[in-house]
């Protein structure tokens, strides 16, 4: 039987549904600070503005709540079924990120976390803060503090146990809990992760530009997918796991809980034909309690039609010449892409017609800037 608090905590922890539990101090690690400080020096968080207005709390849990004595840092395992990769065989898919495939993972695990929370104070006292990553808290810097896993060359979570397949959460705590062993950095000269990259986003071992990513490209960005990404997309229309997916310590990682999340098979092999019809309520229904569904319908029918211009489908040409009528200029610009690449000389009859009456100029410049199936 465990005698500890922290040892009864870790298996509360697990009997509540968490791979994994660990503890750190609650303070700011110098080297994390610098490395959030000359990321948004450099503007390589795109227009996540979310991330500058909080970087000192960011930075530094003191900050965030000065009464956090320890942090107990969580992990919940979600490694797929089979390979993360394999939609990229059938251009006809949409590949959905794997953990995005399920529930909305902060749901799933803030109720969780409440849960573990509140035990932790009914049976020790103390108060507690539960944190999920869309509070300003830096979780992977805390997890390698705490002795989760490492953080990678592509930037996420590394571990022995699970590979680069965990969602972390935390609970700040004013318990003094004895810290566990912070963990070292086990990547040594292995490089698949960066060479994985579709769009070359990392500048450097543990640097990446958002910017050039397409998790951000397809996820945050709110404006047309630049078109120097659009072929390397493929059919990626909601994230990326190329960088995760090669990881080798994936090879440690058991099959996550897919009961936990809720995984729908549906959402491993969706047909773009299919997708490209959703309007926004039939959207709504198909993402409810998915995180997709944050994405708002517009965006995400970008993505897909992105995916479709590299499909080589030409079948697929009505279904976006349908959409060169949609209310949101967003998939008009995409549909007229998607057009391009599958049929370049409806592409050019439709401009001739089309193009005068189009008012949105980014919109316009599809018509007007493309004029080769090849060109980006």
Not at 87 to 96: K, S, Y
Not at 348 to 364: F, N, Y
């Amino acid at each position: 039987m465990p005698n500890s608090i922290s040892d009864r905590i870790r298996q509360r922890a697990r009997d509540g549904g968490f791979d994994a539990v660990r503890f750190a101090r609650a303070e700011a690690t110098i080297e994390a600070s610098q490395h959030l400080a000359t990321f948004l020096a450099e503007g390589r968080h795109g227009t996540m503005d979310w991330l500058a207005r909080n970087a000192d709390r960011r930075a530094d849990p003191v900050t965030l709540w000065p009464d956090a004595r320890s942090i107990i840092m969580l992990g919940a395992n979600y490694a797929p079924k089979g390979d993360a990769l394999e939609n990229f065989a059938f251009p006809e898919r949409g590949n959905i990120s794997v953990y995005a495939r399920g529930d909305d993972y902060h749901d799933v695990l803030k109720t969780k976390l409440k849960r573990l929370a509140q035990s932790i104070v009914t049976e020790f006292g103390g108060d507690v803060k539960v944190f999920i990553d869309t509070a300003p808290v830096m979780e992977k810097p805390l997890a390698q503090a705490a002795g989760l896993g490492w953080q990678g060359k592509h930037t996420n979570l590394v571990s022995r146990e699970f590979g680069s397949w965990l969602f972390i959460g935390s609970i700040f705590t004013t318990l003094d809990l004895p810290p566990d062993e912070p963990h070292g950095d086990h990547c040594g000269q292995c490089t698949r992760c960066l060479d994985a990259c579709p769009t070359q986003a990392f500048t450097a071992p543990y640097r990446i530009d958002a910017r050039r990513c397409i998790s951000y490209l397809t996820i945050e960005h709110k404006g047309p997918i630049p078109r120097a990404f659009r072929k390397a997309m493929g059919n990626r229309i909601y994230g990326c796991d190329d960088c995760l997916a090669v990881c080798p310590w994936n090879k440690f990682a058991q099959e996550g809980h897919e009961t936990r999340f809720h995984a729908r098979t549906s959402l491993a092999d969706v047909r773009l034909a299919d997708l490209v019809q959703l309007d926004d309520a039939a959207f709504r229904e198909l993402f409810r309690r998915s995180p997709i569904k944050r994405l708002g319908r517009d965006r995400f029918i970008r993505n897909v039609l992105i995916a479709i211009g590299n499909s080589r489908d030409a079948s697929l040409v009505p279904e976006a010449e349908r959409l060169l009528d949609d209310s949101s200029p967003l998939v008009r610009g995409a549909a007229i892409w998607a057009i391009l690449q599958l049929d370049p000389k409806r592409f050019a009859a439709l401009g001739a017609t089309r193009a005068h009456s189009e008012s949105d100029a980014e919109v316009l410049a599809e018509w007007q800037a493309i004029s080769a199936p090849q060109a980006a």
